[in-house]
């Protein structure tokens, strides 16, 4: 896939915080893809590569189709972070404790522009299309995607899980 990415140790946090197999996805110099930023997040490989699919496949596509622009960057949440599902005391654990979900919060384009969830997701404009259109396609390649249409907590980015099955909203 043309990733660029370095091995990280194995970690275990706490009673159910465990990351095996993961990689930290760097950027490559002169690279045309779009970076993540922050940089270099630690995630499981399968996220990685349905990150990397999502963008070259999906949403660079489509910001040149419905913006007119490429996308230079993701802005996103975080990736790795020891928690249960909603940061509930009691649950089941986060995709997250495992490295294997991504909150993408915006997009930063190549005119300068900048698209958001939290600012943009709602109404009929052409960033509102894009970031719809994109999470309709996220839930043909991640295992779970979740949006502002979910509930209040996803109301400014898209929780994107690796994973089989397909859950979607």
């Keep these: 896939m043309g990733l660029n990415f370095r091995p990280v140790a194995d970690r275990s946090e706490g009673e159910f ?39 070259r496949e999906d949403v660079e596509p489509a910001a040149r189709e419905i913006l007119g622009a490429d996308v230079r960057q993701i802005d996103h949440l975080g990736v790795y972070a020891c928690r249960n599902v909603n940061n509930q005391v009691d649950g089941r654990p986060s995709a997250h404790a495992r490295a294997a979900a991504i909150d993408v919060a915006g997009f930063r384009l190549s005119d300068g522009r900048q698209i958001t969830v939290a600012g943009d997701w709602h109404g009929d404009t052409p960033a509102a299309r894009f970031l719809h259109q994109i999470r309709d396609q996220a839930c043909s390649v991640f295992g779970t995607t979740l949006s502002p249409d979910y509930n209040a907590i996803h109301s400014d980015h898209l929780h994107l899980e690796a994973g089989l099955g397909r859950f979607c909203r």
């Design 17 to 55: 915080c465990r990351v095996t197999g993961a990689v930290l996805l760097t950027d490559r110099p002169n690279q045309l893809d779009a970076r993540l930023s922050p940089a270099n997040p630690m995630m499981a490989c399968l996220l990685a590569a349905e990150v990397a699919t999502w963008r």
